[in-house]
């Protein structure tokens, strides 16, 4: 289905100060007949088929543009971690690309 791949954000808090400091960034994926799909479910489809890779990719530029929004109203979350991250290649940084993207050196 068309769309029905999205991000959801599941926030980091920092147990000290109750804080919001981060988000983890989490595939979903809504289908248009059977509803939610648990990740357990799609994730190893997505593994098996040579898929992981796009769905990787998905999360981390959904990932990004929303840290770029939200430091643009000055929430500055930190880092949002992408845990499904079986597309990147071995030996891949995150940082440079990311740093990149969100205007940071």
Not at 43 to 48: C, K, Q, R, Y
Not at 65 to 94: H, K, M, N, Y
Request: hydrophobic content about 50%; proline content about 8%.
């Amino acid at each position: 289905d068309a769309g029905a791949l999205t991000v959801a954000y599941q926030p980091k808090v920092e147990v000290a100060s109750g804080r919001i400091v981060g988000a983890e960034a989490l595939a979903r994926w809504l289908h248009s007949t059977r509803g939610m799909v648990p990740p357990d479910v799609f994730i190893p489809i997505a593994e098996h088929t040579g898929l992981i890779a796009p769905l990787g990719r998905l999360v981390l530029i959904d990932a990004l543009q929303s840290c770029r929004r939200w430091r643009a109203i000055g929430l500055d979350l930190g880092v949002v971690e992408t845990p499904a991250a079986g597309f990147r290649p071995a030996g891949w940084s995150l940082v440079w690309p990311c740093r990149r993207w969100l205007g940071t050196s």
